[in-house]
T-cell receptor
Framework: DGGITQSPKYLFRKEGQNVTLSCEQN?????MYWYRQDPGQGLRLIYY???????QKGDIAEGYSVSREKKESFPLTVTSAQKNPTAFYLC??????????????FGPGTRLTVL | QQQVKQSPQSLIVQKGGISIINCAYE??????FPWYQQFPGKGPALLIA?????SEKKEGRFTISFNKSAKQFSLHIMDSQPGDSATYFC????????????FGTGTKLQVIP
């Protein structure tokens, strides 16, 4: 069953801690993305990656870091430098060509709360 | 210029009625316009999408109307059902190897019996 998995579903962080959100896809997609979703706002792009070992900053990259060591995995680290990290985080992937070109497939999300 | 403006922010429709959500964009380089549906606590899922070479696309009860000259597009949900209650996002992107998608701010739809 192809798709995107994110873990954990809920995550609590104390002030000053770094936390890592997991994202795995078995769709064989080249591109992967991280978005942040806040109430009343659209999805804002944090980082994206088109290929293994390469990634680019999105619109709100400050306080976040990513890695892309494997095609199927794109973990996101929320660092202590992120001043307001409480949000719903969504991982997505897409093909860069082919029949479903243009469609982004989303994972179920991780809700991060800072205590 | 990258913004996609979506309205209304929230919408309440009677069961069987028509739900209409509107979006406008500025960047004429956009050439792919998807709508995503998101249920509470879940990730968005593609509902329907259109490219600017057509003015309308229909899939079941869902229709996208596209006005290239006005740079506007809208989602119509016919015979709205309580199960359609969700948040809907319009989006726009450009072709090419990497699809940077610009999302609207979302419309929370509630369909009441």
């Amino acid at each position: 069953d192809g798709g995107i998995t994110q873990s954990p579903k809920y995550l609590f962080r104390k002030e000053g801690q770094n936390v890592t959100l997991s994202c795995e896809q078995n769709l064989n997609h080249d591109a992967m993305y991280w978005y942040r979703q806040d109430p009343g706002q659209g999805l804002r792009l944090i980082y994206y990656s088109q290929i293994v070992n390469d990634f680019q900053k999105g619109d709100i990259a400050e306080g976040y870091s990513v890695s892309r060591e494997k095609k199927e995995s794109f973990p996101l680290t929320v660092t202590s430098a992120q001043k307001n990290p409480t949000a719903f985080y969504l991982c997505a992937s897409s093909q860069l060509a082919g029949a479903s070109f243009g469609e982004q497939f989303f994972g179920p999300g991780t809700r991060l709360t800072v205590l | 210029q990258q913004q996609v403006k979506q309205s209304p922010q929230s919408l309440i429709v009677q069961k069987g009625g028509i739900s209409i959500i509107n979006c406008a964009y500025e960047n004429t380089a956009f050439d792919y316009f998807p709508w995503y549906q998101q249920f509470p606590g879940k990730g968005p899922a593609l509902l329907i999408a259109i490219r600017p070479d057509v003015s309308e696309k229909k899939e079941g009860r869902f229709t996208i109307s596209f006005n290239k000259s006005a740079k506007q597009f809208s989602l119509h949900i016919m015979d709205s059902q309580p199960g359609d209650s969700a948040t809907y996002f319009c989006a726009a992107s450009t072709a090419g190897g990497y699809q940077k998608v610009t999302f609207g701010t979302g419309t929370k739809l509630q369909v009441i019996p």
